[in-house]
């Protein structure tokens, strides 16, 4: 069974940045694709970014630029560098899982997802 613990969400104000990260164990990291989603109060869960098993990454066109993922296969974690935060990007960020490895923006293709991690932009 794969397991997912995210931390490092927090409360930020606008301009600020903060880093989240996602600890996974059960598995064979190195095999998958990891995603970051997130879902604000009364809306979708939407894709943020994902980083196949050859590190290649994807983002929203909504963060690009302002976020970074990357993974650390020996530690068998997942960390996402949001900068330059906005209110706008306040939500439940969740990680997940894509066992196929290559990474994708649909929510659907993961199998396995973390608990969430609240972070907060204020103005």
């Known amino acids: 069974q794969v397991q997912l613990v995210e931390s490092g969400g927090g409360l930020v104000q606008t301009g600020g940045s903060l880093r989240v990260s996602c600890a996974v164990s059960g598995g064979i990291f190195t095999l998958y694709a990891m995603g970051w989603f997130r879902q604000a109060p009364g809306k979708e869960r939407e894709f943020v970014a994902t980083i196949s098993r050859q590190h290649e990454a994807t983002y929203a066109e909504s963060v690009k630029g302002r976020f970074t993922i990357s993974r650390d296969d020996a530690k068998a974690t997942v960390n996402l560098q949001m900068n330059s935060l906005k209110p706008a990007d306040t939500a439940v960020y969740y990680c997940?899982?894509?066992?196929w490895g290559k990474g994708n923006i649909r929510a659907g293709a993961y199998s396995y997802w973390g608990q969430g991690t609240q972070v907060t932009v204020s103005l």
């Open positions: 997940a899982v894509d066992l």
